[in-house]
Nanobody
Framework: QVQLVESGGGLVQAGGSLRLSCAAS????????MGWFRQAPGKEREFVAA????????YYTDSVKGRFTISRDNAKNTVFLQMNSLKPEDTAVYYC??????????????????WGQGTQVTVSS
């Protein structure tokens, strides 16, 4: 069992930055791929970014490439999402998720086994 707790959300002006953190419980954090998803009001939860268990590879949805960076610290059981040049369309609840299987796709919501409660990010224009 893995418990995930996000933090770092808030209100920021367009062009600003935020850094989200996701702290995980358990001693097997380093075996899980980790992802960030977001859900805006009235929309489906969508993939934002993912990182493999070792941190060797990262993946992003096109709309955040060059602006967001996912990283992890396996010694501290934490995954991060650095968000720069924020836009109003980035406004959403951001969720981190953990995926146990090495073979399921990183961009697919249903492939993830554990989810955090979410943190609100609001970008004003």
């Amino acid at each position: 069992q893995v418990q995930l707790v996000e933090s770092g959300g808030g209100l920021v002006q367009a062009g600003g930055s935020l850094r989200l953190s996701c702290a995980a419980s358990g001693r097997t954090f380093s075996t899980y791929a980790m992802g960030w998803f977001r859900q805006a009001p009235g929309k489906e939860r969508e993939f934002v970014a993912a990182i493999t268990a070792t941190g060797d590879n990262t993946y992003y949805t096109d709309s955040v490439k060059g602006r967001f960076t996912i990283s992890r610290d396996n010694a501290k059981n934490t995954v991060f999402l650095q968000m720069n040049s924020l836009k109003p369309e980035d406004t959403a609840v951001y969720y981190c998720a953990a995926k146990a299987s090495r073979f399921s796709p990183l961009r697919v919501r249903s492939a993830y086994d554990y989810w955090g409660q979410g943190t609100q990010v609001t970008v004003s224009s």
